[in-house]
């Protein structure tokens, strides 16, 4: 059963990251005012980041869990433990984008300058990057996902563009667990 037309899998995904990356690069550039969003107390709004980092745990056990099941023929499991991985994605990005929409921008740094400047900005900056680049990998293998049945998916490009999508997935995630600790429990 098709459920994403195949000749339109190619189309959808560019279409699908150029509105989900232009929404990430308004909120982060502050061209999203924060009256778009429903104001949330305090309190909510400093739980968002330690929600995150457990989302972030949980979908690289996912993501570990979906490869293994794949590497074992369980297309199943594999297929549950991938979309769970994306709804967690989405979910780790709606907080985000929340608070960084209803805060006004990015949490400053609190450390040293030196760890700033040869720490956190290039684990930052390698998480965004990976971040920005999975986004068009994961959709493109989730399309194809639902345009074809299991039996002809593997003569598509889908293995290969998962395994690129989930590697670089599992280092993002894991990136921002390291920006997590420098931002939230070091300083």
């Known amino acids: 059963?098709?459920?994403?037309?195949?000749?339109?899998?190619?189309?959808?995904?560019?279409?699908?990251?150029?509105?989900?990356?232009?929404?990430?690069?308004?909120?982060?550039?502050?061209?999203?005012?924060?009256?778009?969003?429903?104001a949330a107390p305090e309190w909510i709004l400093d739980l968002i980041p330690h929600v995150n980092v457990l989302i972030s745990a949980t979908a690289i056990g996912t993501i570990t869990l979906?490869?293994?099941?794949?590497?074992r023929g369980n297309v199943?499991?594999?297929?549950?433990?991938?979309?769970?991985?994306f709804g967690l994605f989405a979910a780790f990005l709606t907080l985000y984008l929340y608070r960084l929409v209803a805060t006004g921008g990015p949490q400053p740094f609190p450390g040293p300058d030196a760890v700033y400047q040869f720490v956190y900005l290039p684990v930052l900056a390698i998480h965004i990057f990976l971040a920005v680049v999975c986004v068009p990998l994961v959709y493109y293998a989730l399309l194809l996902a639902f345009a074809y049945p299991v039996?002809?998916?593997?003569?598509?490009?889908?293995?290969?563009?998962?395994?690129?999508?989930a590697s670089l997935w599992l280092i993002s995630f894991s990136l921002g667990i390291v920006v997590y600790i420098l931002l939230h429990v070091t300083y």
């Open 1 to 38: 059963m098709e459920y994403v037309p195949r000749e339109r899998v190619t189309s959808l995904t560019a279409v699908l990251s150029v509105v989900s990356l232009a929404v990430v690069f308004a909120a982060a550039g502050g061209r999203i005012p924060s009256s778009t969003v429903p």
């Open 66 to 71: 979906g490869w293994r099941a794949i590497r």
């Open 76 to 85: 199943d499991r594999h297929r549950v433990a991938m979309l769970a991985s």
């Open 151 to 165: 039996e002809e998916l593997y003569q598509t490009n889908h293995a290969r563009f998962g395994r690129v999508a």
